[in-house]
């Protein structure tokens, strides 16, 4: 069970539809378009991907379109067989926007510190600039 420390917590605000951010997200194209890194992504449930070059790898736990995501998510130099839990949830926002809530459990704790500016920098910016643009 992943303690408090290595987990992480992140709320953005997109102006985008709840559907537009989740396919932002899960569409292989889209996805490497906003990370500017080639991804590979199953929209299925037990489905795997790959993003980053293969540097993040996992499957898909539960997929609710336009609602949330959740995945089991290791990067490529965490101990073997070991995975977090990634959730993204999306709530509508009045203007066609977005809030989405972000947890990240379980990620090993010396690399807690790089994830979170990780989440930030290579995500929650680049997408808003995607989606905003």
């Known amino acids: 069970m992943a303690t408090m420390k290595n987990s992480l917590r992140q709320t953005v605000v997109f102006n985008a539809t709840p559907r537009k951010v989740y396919d932002a997200l899960m569409e292989e194209k889209?996805?490497?378009?906003?990370?500017?890194?080639?991804?590979?992504?199953s929209r299925?449930?037990?489905?795997?991907?790959?993003?980053?070059?293969?540097?993040?790898?996992?499957?898909?736990?539960?997929?609710?379109?336009?609602?949330?995501i959740v995945q089991a998510w290791r990067g490529r130099d965490w101990p073997k067989g070991g995975?977090?839990?990634?959730?993204?949830?999306?709530?509508?926002?009045?203007?066609g926007r977005t809030k989405l809530s972000f947890a990240h459990v379980g990620v090993p704790p010396d690399d807690v510190k790089r994830k979170t500016e990780g989440w930030k920098n290579r995500y929650w910016i680049p997408l808003k600039k995607y989606l905003e643009g």
């Open 30 to 41: 889209q996805h490497a378009a906003f990370t500017g890194a080639p991804a590979k992504i």
């Open 44 to 68: 299925k449930v037990g489905g795997r991907f790959s993003c980053h070059s293969g540097y993040v790898t996992g499957f898909n736990l539960e997929l609710v379109p336009g609602k949330t």
């Open 83 to 95: 995975y977090s839990i990634v959730t993204f949830s999306l709530a509508p926002l009045s203007g």
